[in-house]
């Protein structure tokens, strides 16, 4: 007899204690195994993990040729689409002519129209 609404969820057994706990070891065996097989996967092409975040963060996204380079050992190709003639730039995407645009405001004055 329920005594509340979700104790069958709750409750609700298919299996002995003894045959959980031993799919639970089998489980906790896999997830370890995969675990320290990533992490050795990842420690040994580190290199190539940094290469690919210096990568987005210049380009923003990387496309399959580029993670042929890296993937390679060599360093990524621009994108195809990739155009560098937006001028000097902050790193933050504000080049230098916005930035002088920008500081011939009154510092302290009423806000201007975007």
């Known amino acids: 007899e329920e005594?509340?609404?979700?104790r069958s969820v709750t409750q609700h057994k298919n299996v002995s204690d003894e045959t959980?706990?031993?799919i639970d070891e089998e489980i906790r065996i896999f997830i370890d195994h995969n675990y320290t097989r990533?992490?050795?996967?990842?420690e040994e092409n580190m290199?190539?993990?940094?290469?690919?975040?210096?990568?987005?963060?210049k380009y923003e996204t990387i496309d399959s040729d580029q993670i042929d380079?890296?993937?390679?050992?060599k360093p990524p190709r621009p994108p195809a689409d990739w155009t560098d003639d937006s001028g000097p730039d902050?790193?933050?995407g504000v080049?230098?002519?916005?930035?002088?645009?920008?500081?011939?405001?009154?510092i302290?004055?009423?806000?201007?129209?975007?």
Do not use: C, R, W, Y
Request: charged share 25%; hydrophobic share 35%; proline share 2%.
């Open 38 to 42: 990533a992490k050795n996967i990842l």
């Open 95 to 106: 080049s230098d002519k916005k930035k002088s645009d920008d500081s011939a405001g009154t």
């Open 47 to 57: 290199d190539k993990l940094h290469t690919m975040a210096e990568a987005l963060i």
């Open 20 to 22: 959980a706990h031993s």
């Open 90 to 92: 902050d790193g933050l």
């Open 108 to 114: 302290g004055g009423p806000a201007g129209q975007h």
């Open 3 to 6: 005594v509340f609404l979700g």
């Open 69 to 73: 380079d890296i993937m390679g050992g």
